[in-house]
């Protein structure tokens, strides 16, 4: 995975690594074939926030996950003793391995690797934690629900709902280019021979703290998200998880294994240049390091899913940094936060899938809500409706307040 340093090296000599199974809880889409559907369709999750209390606030919407039963899914481990971000990462872990058809014995008996990605933890649970010890009195301390704050469980749940015996397991706090910090590290494990096998993705929360935070920046929008739309007004928070299961491809090809791609680099990058302001000579500095590691350059890139998060100065600086690589004309460059809403440490994780798919079943998603493109952007977004073609190369981008940014490029596999 390439940082401030490349060392070049031919497909032959590293292991390379492919995408066998995806986990999906979205506010478009439960499980990889209904979110595939939703992308295409270009479906919108959004719908007034009911998970916390918006009194006090001019703006109410967001993303949430919908129609989720933890029961289905977690079958190993007490629900109620899980924050809701870690029962979204148990749930779509096991979505993931299930989906990939892996064997029990390669999770029982060899060493895995589990990077779980996350902006805010189980601040969900933290949030009411807090509201019923300042509303409840003396005797409202609850040590079951101290114990559900833990943001470690988001990724040690996961081996333990899956009986995995020899993990690796670690939750990486990156804000929100965690899911492709997460995916990022299984694919250095995997080439280094460390493991064979990685869990890898991001999981989040709505919470009433990353809402009020955002809000006060004036930075949640009060409908919809529009990326690189000229009259775009923020973000919508929004929740799920996404968690991809990684093989080192000898390994998926012996058990006849589906690959919906391969993970071709990684590029990581931190300018520490503002506590909220995006960099555009840092983030170009991503997407050059990542294209380097995987070998590609940019005239073969098909498409970029955007960090894309519908507010000014990011959609400027990001897609000015996309022109400093790829010149005046970029490929097209979506942004599945608008159907989604922002899922924070889980948004890179869920458009890695979605590239995942779209590689697999040949389309391109829409950016929806679209109706004139800022002449400061100056990229197709592809508005609103999706378009089916060939995709070879797609590069995801994963921004972070503090700069700290991530880049992971896929391809179909060959």
């Not at 979205?26 to 992308?39: E, P, R, Y």
């Not at 481990?77 to 749930?91: H, N, R, V």
């Not at 022109?323 to 948004?347: D, Q």
Request: hydrophobic share 40%; aromatic share 6%; charged share 20%.
């Amino acid at each position: 995975m390439s940082m401030e340093a490349v060392v070049d090296r031919s497909p032959a000599e590293q292991r390379r690594v492919v995408v066998t199974g995806l986990g999906v809880l979205s506010s478009i889409g439960v499980g990889a074939t209904d979110f595939a559907d939703a992308l295409r369709e270009g479906r919108s999750g959004v719908r007034p926030i009911t998970v916390f209390d918006t009194d006090g606030f001019d703006y109410h919407n967001g993303c949430e996950v919908v129609g989720f039963d933890p029961a289905k899914w977690i079958c190993n481990l007490d629900i109620d003793s899980l924050g809701k971000a870690t029962q979204f990462s148990a749930a779509a872990a096991r979505m993931a391995v299930e989906d990939s058809g892996l064997p029990d014995d390669r999770l029982h008996g060899e060493p895995v690797l589990i990077s779980i990605g996350t902006t805010d933890g189980e601040a969900y649970d933290l949030d009411r934690l807090v509201e019923t010890e300042q509303h409840g009195g003396p005797d409202a301390y609850d040590p079951a629900a101290v114990r559900r704050v833990s943001p470690v469980r988001l990724a040690t749940a996961v081996a333990q709902e899956l009986g995995i015996c020899q993990a690796e397991a670690f939750t990486m706090a990156t804000a929100c280019s965690a899911g492709n910090y997460a995916i990022g590290t299984a694919l250095d494990a995997i080439r280094a021979g460390e493991v064979d096998l990685a869990l890898c993705g991001g999981a989040d929360a709505m919470c009433r703290k990353t809402f009020a935070g955002f809000y006060r920046l004036g930075t949640i929008a009060p409908d919809r998200c529009r990326p690189f739309d000229v009259d775009r007004e923020g973000i919508l928070t929004g929740e799920g998880a996404g968690v991809l299961v990684l093989e080192e491809l000898s390994s998926a090809l012996s058990r006849g294994a589906r690959i919906y791609a391969e993970v071709l680099g990684c590029g990581l990058s931190c300018d520490a240049f503002h506590p909220v302001a995006p960099n555009q000579s840092g983030v170009a500095r991503c997407i050059d390091l990542a294209l380097r590691d995987a070998g590609v350059t940019p005239d073969q890139v098909d498409l970029i899913s955007a960090h894309g998060t519908g507010t000014k100065p990011n959609d400027v600086t990001e897609a000015r940094a996309i022109r400093e690589i790829y010149g005046e004309h970029p490929p097209r460059t979506v942004s599945m936060k608008s159907m989604l809403g922002h899922s924070m440490g889980a948004a890179s994780a869920l458009a890695a899938i979605g590239c995942a798919l779209a590689i697999t079943q040949g389309f391109i998603p829409p950016t929806i809500n679209h109706e004139r493109t800022d002449p400061e952007c100056a990229v197709d977004c592809v508005p609103n409706t999706s378009v089916e073609t060939d995709l070879q190369i797609v590069q995801n981008n994963g921004m972070a307040f503090g700069g700290t940014n991530a880049v992971v490029v896929l391809g179909s596999y060959q």
